[in-house]
């Protein structure tokens, strides 16, 4: 039986990765808050502030995997300093996001990566953690950067916002979904990844991606899943900037559309993460999943990407 500590564990994606720990028969403690929610069953929770002095007191022993979820580089730093003498292993999640240049389609581990300069920037203060963590554990550590995570549970409420609209039906605002590709990793596939690269006690960086498709191909699907009978009025780019329509994620967005120069973003090559065993799910079972759990919710809950009915609705009444 292995030890594992999850630094996180109560919120999504840790929560998916301590459970399938939890199934192997580890031995699993989650290290949290405990804001998030609970730790799953028959994972032991310690409540912490990792911002906090003293944040690892608690913990004893060495520890078979360690599993790195935050992106603070402080939290992270302090984490290292703490535990990486007693962990054999260490996985970092971190995020495709540390690439300088999303234009390049099929780019692949070697790529360039963002400097560390402004640490309010996400994948800038991915590339810290990062750097942090291999000073310290060398070849004991496991990079993995996911691309756009779908599935249950996303708190960005990004991926599931076109199979809700589309079940919703009706007339819907796309962008032009010519030449535009979709790149997802599914919840349930990343977090398998990550049980099994510290199973391996993989000594790697690897971008976690699924195949990427057509953004066509990507409504096609979606449509057919949520049975959709309406139009989809496609919207260029210009025409949606000046409508105060913003990319990607957040109010008033239309998720998954990025800009023109951004073509790479969604085109990673994932030859790394299946030569180190990851695996991915067809997307239509992704959008079918999304789907069961946004109708749990309520397909006209408030979000928080995405556009409201209301933006929406004045918006096609302005394309015409």
Sequence with gaps: ????????????????????????????????????????????????????????????????????LAYAPDVVASAVAALS????????????SVSADNNQPDADESAAVVEPEDLADYGQAKVAAERTTAAALGERLLIIRPGLIAGPGDPS????????????????????A????????????????????GGQRLSAVVNAVGPSV?????????????????????????????????YWMGPRSLPLWLPATAVGFAQRSNAAYR??????????????????????????????SGLTADEEAELLSARG
Aim: aromatic share 8%; net charge negative; charged share 25%.
């Design 85 to 96: 003498h007693r962990a054999s292993h260490w996985t970092l999640i971190s995020t495709v």
């Design 275 to 304: 030569a180190a065993g990851g695996t991915f799910r067809p997307m239509t079972e992704t959008i079918e999943r999304a789907l069961a759990h946004e109708r749990t919710l309520g397909l006209h809950r408030r979000r928080r």
């Design 157 to 176: 409420d990004r991926f599931g916002y076109w199979p809700m609209r589309l079940a919703r039906g009706g007339d819907v605002l796309a962008p032009v």
């Design 1 to 68: 039986m292995r030890r594992v500590l999850v630094l996180g564990g109560t919120a999504w994606l840790g929560g998916e990765i301590a459970s399938l720990l939890v199934a192997a028969g580890d031995q699993v403690t989650c290290l949290a808050r405990g804001r998030s929610g609970a730790a799953p069953d028959g994972a032991r929770l310690v409540r912490a502030d990792r911002e906090r002095q003293g944040a690892y007191d608690t913990l004893d022993g060495d520890w078979d995997e360690v599993i790195e």
């Design 214 to 246: 057509a953004m066509a191909e990507f409504f096609a699907q979606a449509e057919a899943v949520a049975a959709f009978s309406g139009r989809r009025v496609e919207a260029d780019d210009d025409w949606l900037l000046a409508h105060d329509v913003r």
């Design 178 to 197: 010519e030449q535009r590709r979709v790149q997802v990793i599914d919840v349930a596939d990343l977090a398998a990844f990550a049980v099994h690269g």
